[in-house]
Nanobody, 115 residues
């Protein structure tokens, strides 16, 4: 079945960096756009960044200039490099794809930005 396993989250000080990874399985990874979402406590889940099958990237305004999404099709993995992190980036980050008429998410990885 379709699965995503995220890793790389943690506690970081403002201005710090983290690199999130998401390993996918159960579908043809290279043939699907992949999206990173995040959900902060008490807030709705929002899109952070998208990478298409052609390696085109789209970022939320909050992520532009600080985050970079990339993919490694040989390893069925998508990455999210996050630099200059801010307290408002604190959230659970999860990856997602629309596969066979259904959108799937992973369990997510917690990112906490605090001094």
């Amino acid at each position: 079945q379709v699965q995503f396993v995220e890793s790389g989250g943690g506690l970081v000080q403002p201005g710090g960096s983290l690199r999130l990874s998401c390993v996918a399985s159960g579908f043809t990874f290279a043939s699907h756009n992949i999206v990173w979402y995040r959900q902060a406590p008490g807030k709705e889940r929002t899109v952070v960044a998208t990478i298409t099958v052609d390696d085109n990237t789209i970022y939320a305004d909050s992520a532009k200039g600080r985050f970079t999404i990339s993919r490694d099709n040989a390893r069925n993995t998508v990455f999210l490099q996050m630099n200059n992190l801010k307290p408002e980036d604190t959230a659970v980050y999860s990856c997602s794809a629309f596969v066979r008429d259904w959108r799937y998410w992973g369990q997510g990885t917690q990112v906490t930005v605090s001094s």
